[in-house]
């Protein structure tokens, strides 16, 4: 729903009402094939955007200080930032038992076959779940071990900018990289129509009768459990 909202207002500032933000299917992916001049930007090894791109001047919103990166008093110190960058799979340190790159087709599949949305304790060491699966903290094909996956192996892969949560959303990739997300869901919900939102020991913030940050009129969680057609919108080959 964020693409959509953002959509329309770029529609209302330029005049261009066939104006629509292009989604990464990143599932089956080697590389970011979006990641070009005319798309969402070119970038060298652990450099910004190169400059055959109009991402090429944009900058993040916070401070370069990593302490703010496990701090949850301040999340986002205002400052001067940084040009994004991306390392794209290029020079990542991270373990290949628990990282095997961007996510498989035999990843997305197995995702929706799960059954179960979500699993106590409803949140990141959450297992055999749809949620913690296309979330990325388990490994789709088998739900009851630990792996960077799906949405978090993208995160990942792409690194930089989109690796420091505080800053993340400055991306512009960031968006694409979650409608695809949102589509993923949405094939699974049609899948699995008799499943529920869970209720019990939910974390506060994501009960179904708590209101989602950022949406004018008020949304709940539960409101945007089901399908995508009665929001006003769908997916090619979803519906």
């Known amino acids: 729903m964020w693409s959509i909202h953002l959509e329309q207002e770029i529609r209302n500032i330029t005049g261009d009402d066939s104006f629509s933000i292009p989604f990464w299917s990143w599932e089956g992916k080697t590389d970011c094939d979006v990641c070009t001049d005319d798309l969402f930007g070119r970038t060298r090894h652990g450099s910004s955007i190169m400059q055959g791109s109009i991402f090429s001047s944009w900058r993040t919103h916070c401070t370069n200080d990593d302490e703010y990166v496990e701090s949850m008093e301040v999340l986002c110190a205002p400052g001067n930032g940084r040009s994004i960058y991306r390392l794209n799979g290029v020079g990542l340190e991270v373990r290949p038992t628990i990282f095997n790159g961007l996510p498989t087709i035999w990843d997305r599949n ?39 996956s799906m949405h978090n192996a993208v995160h990942v892969f792409c690194s930089g900018t989109l690796l420091r949560s505080f800053d993340a ?23 699995h129509t008799s499943s529920s939102y869970p209720t019990g020991n939910v974390p506060i913030g994501h009960r179904a009768d708590d209101n989602l940050a950022g949406f004018i009129p008020t949304v709940k969680s539960s409101d945007l459990f089901g399908a995508t057609q009665p929001l006003g919108y769908s997916y090619e080959g979803n519906e």
């Open 169 to 191: 959303a400055n991306d512009p990739l960031f968006l694409s990289i979650h409608v695809d997300a949102d589509k993923i869901f949405d094939q699974w919900w049609r899948l």
């Open 110 to 148: 197995a995702c929706l076959r799960l059954h179960v949305y979500d699993s106590p304790p409803y949140n990141a060491t959450s297992t055999g779940c749809f949620r913690n699966a296309l979330e990325g903290f388990i490994n789709p094909q088998n739900p009851y071990q630990r792996r960077i």
